[in-house]
Nanobody, 122 residues
C-alpha cells in the first residue's frame, strides 16, 4: 500500500484546512486509516482514525468537535477536515494505514505517507 498525503498549508487561527491521503496498491487489504501529527521537538501523536468497512471514527480529545475524518471508498482516499484551527495544531501531519487493527497506536500501523505541513499562524 502506498499513501500520498497533500493539502496542508498556512492558515490563520480560526481557519480551516482539509488535507487528504490517497491510497494505492493493495487497498482492499486496509482495515483502518489514521492521521497522526508531529510538532517540532515533540513526539508523534494520534489525531484521528477511521475504520474502512463501516466508517466508524475515533479522535484524540484535543481535536474532537473541530476535526472530522472521512473516507471516499471509490477513490481510496481519506480526508481530515480541520476547522477552528489553533497555533498548537501546527505540525507535520501523516496518514497511515493499518491492515489488521483499528488503533490509536502509531506503532501498530503498517504503512505511512510522507507527511504534509500544517502551519497555523497569524
Amino acid at each position: 500500500v502506498q499513501l500520498q498525503a497533500s493539502g496542508g498549508g498556512l492558515v490563520q487561527p480560526g481557519g480551516s484546512l482539509r488535507p487528504s491521503c490517497a491510497a494505492s496498491g493493495r487497498t482492499f487489504s486496509m482495515y483502518a486509516m489514521g492521521w497522526f501529527r508531529q510538532a517540532p521537538g515533540k513526539e508523534r501523536e494520534f489525531v484521528a482514525a477511521i475504520r474502512w468497512r463501516d466508517g466508524v471514527t475515533i479522535y484524540t480529545s484535543s481535536v474532537k468537535g473541530r476535526f472530522t475524518i472521512s473516507r471516499d471508498n471509490a477513490k481510496n482516499t481519506v480526508y481530515l477536515q480541520m476547522n477552528s484551527l489553533k497555533p498548537e495544531d501546527t505540525a507535520v501531519y501523516y496518514c497511515a494505514a493499518d491492515l489488521l487493527r483499528f488503533s490509536t497506536a502509531g506503532n501498530e500501523y503498517d504503512y505511512w505517507g510522507q507527511g504534509t505541513q500544517v502551519t497555523v499562524s497569524s
